[in-house]
């Protein structure tokens, strides 16, 4: 799959989302776009690009970008980071806000809302050190359809077995005729909004934890360049950032850098925190 058409789109996926598509990724143009083709009465991915081109619909612009981005998520995904939150963030971070008694996290490119429910359940078992306090989760995510999904909180059997442990699921998940639906305690803790990425992060306000996995790796240097200045600039001296286990910051930004001895986790460069266990 090549010529203008082809090189329209790939122009058009970077402006709008910062996602790169190269030639090379024809055949993921072609799998994530013939749903679309076949809906819109279209004979090829090929005539739904040109369609694209030639008249740019919207509404059609909006599904095509949804669908090339990838919603791949699981509650507690890859384990680790999560951990980390709970013995080498929380912590501290209790421990010097005890004066103003609150916490916000934001969690960027959230998908279908398993990570920030995660983060709420870890709040939640945390609940005797944060009795009085002020816990936001703010999760956002440039697909309005997959915010929705994530905003519902129902999943079915295989996304909640995928991550969760039998007591968790127990604890915070009730059957509903579609699958599981997430308790309303944690829903919430979670406020869910349609944000991208590339808009900055201009009133979303301080966040004190940043959660932004396994989605720069998609971006090209420049964006990512973009993004991690302005979370940077959203984060407080003493503020930590998960990056996936597959990103780094190296070549990228000076603003931030990794935490010694903790894989995935950052700070404003020259600021330690504290590794309690």
Known sequence: MTGPDFDHFCRLIRQRSGLVVTPEKAYLVASRLSPIARAEGLASVEALLAVIRSSSPEPLIQRCVDAMATHESYFFRDATPFEQLAINVLPPLIESRQAQRSLRVWCAACSSGQEPYSVAMILQEMAPRLAGWKLEILATDMSEPIIEKARAGVYNDFEVKRGLSPERQA???????????????????????????????????????????????????????????????????????????????????????????????????????????
């Open 171 to 277: 604890r915070w998940f009730k059957p509903v005729p579609d699958g599981w639906k997430v308790s309303s305690v944690l829903q919430q803790m979670v406020q869910f909004r349609p944000h991208n990425l590339l808009q900055g992060t201009t009133g979303l306000g301080m966040f004190d934890v940043i959660f932004c996995r396994n989605v720069l790796i998609y971006f090209d240097v420049a964006h990512k360049r973009q993004i991690l200045d302005q979370v940077a600039r959203a984060m407080p001296s003493d503020g930590a950032l998960f990056l996936g286990s597959a990103e780094t910051v190296l070549g990228v930004t000076t603003d931030i850098e990794s935490t010694p001895g903790i894989r995935g986790l950052y700070r404003k460069a020259g600021i330690h925190l504290a590794k309690t266990a």
